[in-house]
């Protein structure tokens, strides 16, 4: 049986066997061999080209996400709760601007 | 492995110095906050989590061994007690038992638009930095726990594996399995387009 001209349904049982080494790829933590193997498939199949570039994509999209602060009224209340109020530092920004 | 950068905080903290326990605070806080921000999903249970973490450190610190370093051992901490209380709010979803196998369909593939080249600042959005952590939001906790430490904190596979006391390859799994599925929801986001911005 044929399968050269596939239609642009995604052969699930070849792309399959990738799937799980689609992360260790985009990590670069890959073996060699499974790395080149997976190089040759992506050769030929745009959706799993696809999959791992926007994979990668996500990834480094959540590593660019600012870093949510700590409200200095919670690490206050941190301190206290601790027993450690002597030691609240103080903010390297201004006190809470409120409004804004 | 020992961690010499730490073992003269850990014998002053092991001496009762308050100043010691002040500087563990200060230096760890910030980000024993995000991750049980991430896992908690709001301020409040994050607050909560945080105190939490630090009481149980002061307590325990007598026991700490320097197999990990303090700021894993605190991760650890942080996530026992986050999938701890998440297990009483959604028990269903936290389930202490490895979690593979069962969904091997759900890691399959379905959304095929390649939003890699959408410009940055699209992608980063304010909006599509909201959709996006509702996505880390929406992942089991087992899930999620893997993904915050491993990709949005930085910490190594060894790290990570040592904090959630989980397997390197039940961590690689669990992160493979969290991204795909992070991977489909922002395809799908952005295949919408609701972003593109309109004023050049
Ligand atoms: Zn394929």
């Known amino acids: ?100 | 492995m020992p961690h010499s950068s730490d073992d003269d905080l850990v014998a002053r903290l092991q001496a009762g110095d308050q100043s010691a326990y002040a500087q563990l605070v200060e230096e760890n806080a910030g980000k024993i906050y995000r991750l049980a921000l991430r896992m908690m999903g709001n301020e409040t249970d994050a607050e909560d989590v945080l105190q939490e973490t630090f009481l149980s450190a002061f307590r325990s610190i007598d026991r700490f061994e320097a197999r990990s370093s303090l700021s894993t051992w605190l991760y650890r901490i942080a996530s026992n007690a986050a999938l701890m209380r998440l297990r009483r709010k959604e028990p269903e979803q936290v389930s202490v038992d490895e979690p593979l196998e069962r969904d091997d369909g759900e890691m399959i593939p379905r959304q095929f638009f390649d939003f890699c080249c959408l410009p940055e600042d699209d992608l980063l959005r304010e909006e599509a930095r909201a959709e996006m952590m509702h996505a880390v939001e929406e992942l089991p906790a087992t899930l999620r726990s893997v993904f915050v430490l491993r990709d949005i904190e930085g910490l190594s596979t060894e790290e990570t594996a040592e904090a959630l006391d989980l397997s390197i390859s039940a961590v690689k799994s669990r992160l493979m399995r969290a991204r795909l599925r992070l991977r489909e929801q922002l395809s799908a986001y952005f295949s919408h387009g609701p972003l593109i911005s309109e004023a050049g």
Do not use: F, W
């Open chain 1, 1 to 100: 049986m044929s399968a050269s001209d596939q239609p642009h349904e995604h052969n699930q049982d070849s792309c399959r066997r990738y799937l799980s080494s689609l992360s260790e790829y985009a990590d670069g933590t890959l073996s060699a061999e499974l790395c080149e193997e997976l190089e040759a498939h992506m050769a030929i199949c745009e959706n799993c080209r696809i999959v791992v570039n926007t994979l990668t994509r996500t990834v480094s999209l959540y590593r660019q996400i600012p870093a949510p602060k700590m409200p200095s009224a919670v690490k206050e209340r941190l301190y206290k709760v601790l027993h450690l109020e002597a030691y609240i530092p103080p903010g390297p920004d201004a006190p809470d601007q409120p409004g804004q």
